[in-house]
């Protein structure tokens, strides 16, 4: 099994999904059952002076670093990427990707050598807000501020998927498609698909009840610590019949709609309570019709995006 750490701060099992369930038969984490330093009333877990080694409540692993006077026990944690340091970001990794070759302009350079830049376009009228420097330096997140210099309004990226009433000759292939509000139906569908899940229980297998039924109730996040979501796991196309020849392609169906569900990142499925089951995971293939492509707009409730979403009792309160 692979059960959830019990600090949901720094619970690692979103990452450790894909790992094939024969590589856990001899590992431990002798951590899980910790955490990592003691919660405050504001919910800042930066304070490193506070013990929860009382009573019998566990110590906390800056506790057990303590006693242990590991020079690390009191070190403030590093939010960055760990190999890239204070540098920029673009500019590291400028240094591993072709040459900018802005959108619209030709270059001696070959394809291969040359990255080109492209457009920021409006998703609801089809028009260009902006430009960017090439989609190797842009991190295709769905939901992300889109970052577009000399913007009067604050915008999103809403993906490059083509939406049905912007004319495809205005269309490049770089370019990424943004809208004007976080709670934009462009950014929520209702499913996604895993053509390659990895079943950690069961040698693999999806669980028996599934394998019975087709499909199953179940809890699932998109992206780390993001608030677990109800959804219907469905093995196949959600009969039985077919299910045994389809074991790793399944289809999530959300209950609410779901927020910048993105293609490449991991969806990761739970089952249990206070002892979350770590099932498996995979990466996301695509999500279903969006809102926006659908024409239709979004429900009044709405799963969060965070642990901290204020934006949805905001977006009820505006809501008649």
Request: glycine residues 10%; proline residues 7%; charged residues 20%.
């Amino acid at each position: 099994l692979l059960i959830a750490g019990a600090d949901v701060d720094k619970d690692q099992s979103y990452f450790l999904s894909g790992v094939q369930s024969n590589a856990f038969r001899n590992v431990i984490f002798p951590l899980g059952q910790f955490h990592k330093t003691t919660k405050t009333d504001n919910n800042d877990d930066s304070d490193d002076t506070k013990s929860s080694f009382v009573g019998n409540k566990l110590p906390t692993v800056r506790d057990i670093a303590k006693e242990a006077k590991l020079p690390t026990a009191t070190k403030k944690e590093s939010m960055g990427i760990c190999f890239v340091g204070k540098r920029n970001f673009g500019h590291f990794i400028s240094q591993y990707l072709p040459s900018y070759e802005p959108e619209g302009e030709s270059s001696s350079s070959s394809s291969s050598t040359t990255t080109k830049g492209g457009a920021f376009v409006d998703i609801d009228t089809g028009c260009i807000v902006g430009h960017h420097d090439g989609l190797p330096y842009y991190t295709l997140t769905l939901g992300q501020g889109a970052k577009i210099g000399g913007a009067s309004q604050k915008w999103f990226v809403a993906g490059r998927r083509q939406p049905p009433q912007v004319e495809k000759k205005t269309i490049q292939g770089t370019t990424i498609f943004v809208c004007n509000h976080t709670h934009h139906p462009s950014l929520y569908a209702d499913e996604l698909y895993i053509p390659n899940f990895n079943w950690i229980l069961s040698n693999g297998l999806p669980p028996k009840p599934l394998m019975k039924h087709g499909r199953m109730r179940a809890l699932c996040r998109t992206r780390h610590l993001q608030p677990l979501v109800p959804c219907q796991v469905i093995l196949g196309d959600g009969t039985t019949a077919n299910a045994l020849g389809s074991s790793t392609t399944i289809t999530l169906k959300f209950d609410r709609p779901l927020r910048a569900i993105t293609p490449g990142q991991m969806a990761v499925v739970y089952v249990g309570g206070k002892g979350l089951v770590c099932l498996g995971g995979g990466a996301i293939s695509n999500h279903g019709p969006t809102y926006h492509e659908k024409g239709q707009d979004l429900p009044r409730d709405l799963h969060p995006s965070g642990q901290n979403d204020l934006s949805l009792e905001k977006r009820r309160q505006r809501l008649p």
